[in-house]
Nanobody, 126 residues
Framework: QVHLVESGGRLVQAGGSLRLSCVVSGRTFSDYQMGWFRQAPGKEREFVAA????????YYSDSVKGRFTISRDNNKNTVYLQMDSLKPEDTGVYYC???????????????????WGQGTQVTVSS
């Protein structure tokens, strides 16, 4: 069973930056496509970014494109989300997710991911 632990969330002012990390254990990290999702209070969980097994392919939601960058280090079993130019609407709990796959692809639907972390809170003040 794969285990995911997120970190890096905190309170930050609008316009600031944060880097989230997610450490994965229990299985071979490079066998997994990774994704970041978020959930704001009273809203459904939504896709933020995804990256293929070897980092060759990545996707972003329209709301974060150009501001957020997803990356991974397969030697450290870690996926990152660099968040710049943060806005109050970026506030929420950010979840890391893993999807076992054999190809070099990146899916973006919540239902594609079987393994999830506990989440880390990001709060952006105006």
């Amino acid at each position: 069973q794969v285990h995911l632990v997120e970190s890096g969330g905190r309170l930050v002012q609008a316009g600031g930056s944060l880097r989230l990390s997610c450490v994965v254990s229990g299985r071979t990290f490079s066998d997994y496509q990774m994704g970041w999702f978020r959930q704001a209070p009273g809203k459904e969980r939504e896709f933020v970014a995804a990256i293929a097994r070897f980092g060759t392919i990545s996707y972003y939601s329209d709301s974060v494109k150009g501001r957020f960058t997803i990356s991974r280090d397969n030697n450290k079993n870690t996926v990152y989300l660099q968040m710049d130019s943060l806005k109050p609407e970026d506030t929420g709990v950010y979840y890391c997710a893993a999807r076992f796959c054999s190809g070099d692809i990146a899916r973006t639907s919540i239902t594609d991911f079987a393994s999830w972390g506990q989440g880390t809170q990001v709060t952006v003040s105006s």
